[in-house]
């Protein structure tokens, strides 16, 4: 029950496939976390309380609970709802990227918090219309604040896509599973190389957010 | 029909499970403060291969996946220690311990770089040994800037104690997905029954969190405090950086 690199050849192109899957799942949901993020920053920001508690509330729960049992709820509800089987690629990236929505919207709201009280007064002063002064004068500083955070949680995300593979997203470890399923082996040498595959793919990623987090904080 | 009697008579179901939950996530907590802390002084140390060795672990369990690692745990363990493994709670609580002890090894290695340097010079100027200065001046100071941060990781922690049930270990996740495909049962009135249970359980650590921050903050006479019970998540990577950025 050693290595063998038979085995590992022949999973080569299943983790090759895996892994596509997983940037797919990584680029959608990231796509939706850090759209859906902002928006609930600006309405936490913008909006009456009778719209922003709710929200906390919700964003709160989403935060406080774990992905997979989520994935698998919304899955089975979609099912139940359509009839047939829901996409697990397409359901699983949608939970993810709303799960992770919570955290950027905080990533965004402490951008938004960092902003210094003079630009607000020079606002006011100017006397500029509100969507003027988020697009013009906000939002570029808020952002540059929140791209360190964002980046991180981006990378977080791509670590936890694995976690899809209970409701069926065929990434790598999924793969690995199915491989050794059917064979009796391969799971040391599968779950060994998908390991270095992420570390391969998220540890450049993470020295260039460390290195922009440093440059954005002098 | 007599759904409400179906789900009361499943609850008793759930006592074991809870338990495994509560179980990973305490046993995993705690190994995890453990391996940050030894991480963290690693990390911090003057020498070169302490470092080394220190920055090589941590960068090796947060750039993979705990669901990998995880699995890998499983599969690698028993075949390394040519034992067959029965107690899968032993490895979660491993895996789940150096994965988020790495994340905060950093934790700890930056409030200990952000003690002010005046600090340690007087530590020197006492002739104070490595141990007395860490015991008796840095880490007293470094604790309750670590504490909302390690507050975050443990509720990640709970949240990853999840992916036990990936391992077939029967936690709370797992119990209600074997309920849920009863047919007297219906899954998503369990699965969001357990969702609820998870929150709960995330307010309890950032109840008992803010607790530990307060008093901690109380023994160096710093002023508590004032946020509410759940507080804002801590974004880990960007803390512990931003305290490398004062050190230097």
């Known amino acids: 029950m050693g290595w063998n690199w038979e085995t590992a050849q022949e999973l080569w192109p299943l983790l090759m496939e895996g892994l596509r899957i997983l940037l797919l799942v990584t680029l959608i949901s990231s796509l939706i976390a850090l759209a859906l993020g902002l928006v609930v920053a600006l309405t936490d920001r913008s909006a009456p309380r009778a719209v922003t508690m709710p929200l906390f509330a919700v964003m709160e729960f989403i935060r406080n609970t774990p992905v997979l049992v989520q994935a698998v709820f919304v899955w089975t509800a979609v099912t139940m709802w359509l009839g047939t089987a829901a996409s697990p690629m397409w359901t699983g990236a949608i939970v993810l990227g709303v799960h992770y929505a919570s955290y950027t919207a905080e990533a965004y709201r402490a951008g938004i918090d960092g902003i210094p009280k003079g630009q607000w007064e020079a606002i006011t002063a100017l006397s500029l219309p509100k969507p003027r002064a988020w697009i013009a004068v906000l939002l570029p500083q808020a952002l540059r604040r929140s791209t360190p955070a964002l980046g991180n949680y981006v990378i977080a995300l791509f670590k936890e896509v694995p976690i899809l593979s209970a409701i069926g997203v065929t990434e790598m470890v999924r793969q690995v599973d199915g491989y050794a399923g059917l064979n009796y082996t391969g799971a040391l040498e599968g779950f060994t190389i998908a390991g270095l595959i992420f570390l391969v793919v998220s540890y450049p990623v993470a020295l260039l957010m460390r290195k922009l987090e440093k440059r954005l904080a002098n | ?248």
């Open chain 2, 1 to 248: 029909m007599d759904f409400l009697g179906n789900v009361t008579a499943a609850l008793p179901a759930y006592w074991t499970p809870l338990w495994v939950t509560i179980g990973a996530t305490v046993g995993g907590s705690l190994f995890a403060l453990l391996v940050a802390f030894a991480l963290g002084l690693m990390a911090g140390s003057r020498f070169l291969l302490l470092r080394g060795v220190a920055r090589t672990v941590i960068e090796f369990f947060r750039g993979t996946s705990l669901v990998v690692q995880l699995f890998w745990f499983v599969v690698v363990l028993p075949l390394a220690l040519q034992i067959r493994f029965d107690a899968v709670i032993v490895i979660a609580i491993l895996a789940l311990g150096m994965n988020y002890g790495a994340y905060a090894a950093e934790v700890v290695r930056g409030a200990i770089a952000a003690v002010p340097p005046g600090q340690l010079e007087a530590c020197t100027a006492l002739s104070f040994t490595y141990w007395q200065k860490m015991r008796l001046v840095v880490i007293p100071q470094a604790w309750p800037e670590m504490i909302p941060p390690l507050s975050t990781l443990a509720i990640l922690l709970l949240k990853g104690s999840s992916l036990v049930s990936l391992v077939s270990l029967a936690d709370l996740t797992f119990q209600a997905q074997v309920l849920g495909r009863r047919p007297d049962q219906e899954m998503l009135f369990h699965l969001g029954l357990i969702l609820v249970v998870y929150f709960i359980l995330s307010y309890l650590i950032a109840t008992g969190m803010r607790f530990l921050e307060r008093r901690a903050k109380r023994g160096l006479g710093q002023e508590p405090p004032k946020k509410s019970a759940l507080a804002r998540p801590v974004p880990v990577e960007v803390q512990s950086a931003a305290a490398a950025a004062v050190e230097r």
